[in-house]
């Protein structure tokens, strides 16, 4: 493949945006005046189906507002070959949908034909990068495009790694020439997990791959934080959000809410909070992100 | 731990899998112990996640089935099929895609034929939900064509055409489940009642069928021509009604909106 641009041009930007959730269909596409979304992004694998109203409404959609489509099963560390259904499948929604762009998740999904639909941890080790590097790159072949890899929260460190989760991340994007999607309260979970430092997460990612952050809640169970997309997102992290503006400039954000999903007037409340911590902490005079 | 003892990628990830499948596994001797919570304690975070996702999966598939069972039947049979078939498809949206045929095979739930016939029939609805698009043809279109034509004629059906042979009244309940009223009581038939499942614009339809007409869509499906469905049709109806049968299931079919093509 050749990118079709180097990836230090300038950053696409699309403002603020919402997952797509089938329960807000109506309130998108009925209301005579358009919600105050830039964007949405879809769960691929969602409209990985042969037709019907899903596929009908995401249609009517993306007649409205840009998209952008993120996977969870792409399984890029994963030891199985990869998915040719799958990525071609992909390819056909994404030939549908003309998405800005194609994120998926920096982790393992399944193993030995079977799907965990989990996104599991990889170890932090120069093998791991090799692996996932490849199969980066045969994706980014077939797909005719870079993809966004997200970090994941996670819950366990292998006694076999032997860099931090950045260094891993980073060291694949440099060497697949892929791009980032630093998903901030991920980053967050993962900071109280497994006790480092998030400021150092944001300042050890190379700031011309991050093309989009994503946002969440999660459910704190005081010994550790589960990932879970239920709640509205906490302080700390619009804190580390405010970090990371300051870290990587303008970069398009999403709100993800994938459970007790609130109205869609409550969710464009929280998003517009989103763009007043973007702008006042971006008209603000910068300063490093360090503590 | 020194370098040699470090498992290759691909063996730490099956022995990963293992321990989520609830299967022998050493993970558990390469997962750090550190801070508040031990290894076993961050590897169960997965573990109970894995089973949680898939039996949210089910429930998504199956939710009259859920409603009928009740929580805790539904759970012991989702626990036990997540362990008779974890999932092999890259979208958890075909998740349970074999729960009836579980339950055929499987004590306690081997001689529950109404629950079987409600899995069965609820998965076909929920593949007809988001089976292919097709146009369909219209009445007149059928009508237009010219008499010498009609025996030659073969049909193609929409995509999201499911047919299920059920001896018990799965349909009814299911469609008192989705209104949230009370369903009659499994009750059986002596011989199996072919229904019919499909979608007409983003509605799902279904129905019985007569045993006459449930052969006739059988052929038809399979690529019988008009002259042929007449021909076979003779088991049920007298010679000089038959044509007349046979039309009045086409000019059916095609209200359905079941009729994508004819080929005369």
Known sequence: ?291 | MNASEQPPLAQLLAEFRRHLLDQPSDIQTHIVDAGSVDAAGRLSVYANAYRSRLLEALDANYPELHKWLGDEEFRRIGQAYIEQHPSQHYSIRWFGHRLSEFLRATVPWNEEYSMQALADFEWATSEVFDAANADVVAIDHIASLPPPTWPTMRMQFHPSLRRRQLTWNAPPIWRALTRNETPDEPSETESPITWIVWRQAFAIYYRSLDVDESWALDAALNGANFAELCEGLCEWIDAEHVAARAAGFLRQWVQDGLITRVDA
């Open chain 1, 1 to 291: 493949m050749n990118p079709s641009s180097p990836v230090n041009s300038e950053r696409p930007y699309l403002g603020f945006g919402l997952g797509l959730r089938p329960v807000h269909y109506e309130e998108i596409l009925s209301n005579p005046t358009p919600p105050k979304v830039d964007w949405f992004e879809i769960i691929s694998e969602n409209y990985m189906i042969p037709g019907g109203r899903p596929l009908h409404n995401l249609d009517r959609v993306r007649e409205r507002f840009p998209l952008v489509m993120h996977g969870v099963s792409l399984s890029i560390g994963s030891t199985d070959p990869l998915d040719r259904d799958y990525l071609k499948n992909l390819k056909a929604l994404a030939d549908r949908v003309q998405p800005a762009w194609i994120s998926d998740h920096l982790c393992w999904t399944g193993a030995h034909g079977t799907n965990m639909h989990d996104l599991l941890p990889l170890p932090y080790t120069e093998e791991a990068i090799r692996h996932v590097v490849e199969r980066v790159q045969q994706v980014q072949e077939t797909l005719g495009r870079r993809i966004l890899l997200e970090n994941v929260s996670s819950y366990l460190t292998y006694k076999q790694s032997a860099m931090t989760e950045w260094e891993f991340l980073s060291e694949i994007a440099r060497r697949a020439d892929c791009l980032i999607l630093l998903d901030i309260n991920n980053i967050y979970v993962s900071s109280f997990n497994h006790e480092f430092d998030p400021l150092a997460y944001l300042n050890g990612v190379p700031a011309e791959r991050v093309r989009q952050f994503h946002l969440a809640g999660h459910e704190h169970n005081g010994d550790i934080i589960i990932d879970t997309h239920d709640h509205p997102i906490v302080d700390s992290v619009w804190d580390l959000y405010a970090h990371a503006l300051r870290r990587f400039g303008r970069v398009s954000t999403m709100i993800e809410r994938d459970d007790h999903i609130p109205p869609l007037a409550e969710l464009l409340a929280e998003l517009d909070h989103a763009r007043t911590r973007a702008d006042e902490t971006l008209a603000a005079p910068r300063v490093a992100a360090h503590r």
